[in-house]
């Protein structure tokens, strides 16, 4: 019996070997993904520990640690907004008349809804100036600039549409509280505020030939020019005259004068 009993013991020995390799391989390969499950959160996590990203408790999508620095670099990737509309919108057309001053017209409209100043820049201030070279314009308010240049004669015999102005014009906006005198220094004043709106290139016209960019340039000059001239007149006295104190005490007696001799005169009917 106990021959068998020991024969018994050894076959089921035998018999469970199996299962508990099978049960230690199972562990085995549980903790060998624990650790290597621990080991990719980790590098994980410093990857965006470098990069300024935390994850989440919850294994929910990651997320900045600084939502000013994403802010800030979609600000730089949008694109400027415009605060004014230029029409030409990146031209200055200028007659071709070689030793002769020409000018050019630029409409300039605030299309934003606050006050916004504007103020020219050339790379050419001793042969160019702009009327105004700066102001303030309301939200929907537009004015027509006129821009002075003097126009040098051809080298080497180029012919006039052939040559390259090397002249260039940019307008800068700022954007202010509310109405105000113009002065340049606010631009100075608020460097980080101030925007480029446009570089304009120089672009002659031959003045022989008739062309749309001519017959649009003449309109707008036109314009600028009776808007200069309305801003000259004087503003119309829509008050009441003022007499002068002579013309008054001169008046008055007249009237006396007429009043006592229609008495004197009912006077000598009624005897």
């Not at 024969?7 to 230690?24: M, S």
């Not at 993904?33 to 080991?39: A, L, W």
């Not at 027509?144 to 307008?171: C, L, Y």
């Not at 002579?246 to 009043?259: A, F, P, Q, T």
Request: proline share 7%.
């Amino acid at each position: 019996m106990a021959i068998a009993d020991e024969k018994d013991n050894k076959v089921w020995g035998l018999l469970k070997l199996p299962f508990r390799n099978a049960t230690t391989t199972t562990t085995t390969s549980r903790s060998s993904s624990h650790n290597n499950t621990h080991h990719y959160r980790s590098s994980q996590q410093q990857q965006h520990q470098s990069l300024g990203i935390t994850s989440m408790d919850d294994g929910s999508t990651p997320r900045s640690n600084s939502s000013s620095s994403v802010s800030s670099v979609t600000r730089s990737l949008l694109p400027a907004r415009r605060r004014l509309k230029l029409d030409p919108s990146n031209k200055l057309y200028f007659p071709y008349e070689p030793g002769k001053q020409v000018r050019s017209a630029i409409k300039i409209k605030n299309s934003s809804k606050s006050h916004v100043a504007f103020k020219f820049q050339t790379t050419a201030p001793k042969s160019c100036f702009m009327r105004p070279p700066g102001a303030i314009l309301a939200p929907g308010e537009s004015i027509i600039a006129t821009v002075f240049k003097f126009v040098e004669h051809p080298e080497n015999n180029e012919k006039p549409m052939d040559q390259k102005s090397r002249v260039k014009f940019k307008i800068m906006s700022l954007k202010v509280k509310g109405p105000m005198d113009y002065v340049p220094e606010l631009f100075d004043e608020q460097k980080d505020q101030v925007a480029v709106e446009q570089i304009l290139r120089v672009i002659f016209l031959d003045v022989e030939r008739p062309s749309p960019a001519f017959e649009k340039l003449k309109r707008q000059l036109a314009e600028a020019d009776a808007a200069l001239e309305a801003r000259k007149k004087p503003a119309e006295d829509t008050g009441p005259k003022i007499i002068g104190e002579g013309l008054v005490i001169d008046e008055w007696k007249e009237r006396r004068e007429r009043y006592l001799a229609r008495q004197q005169v009912e006077g000598v009917d009624s005897i």
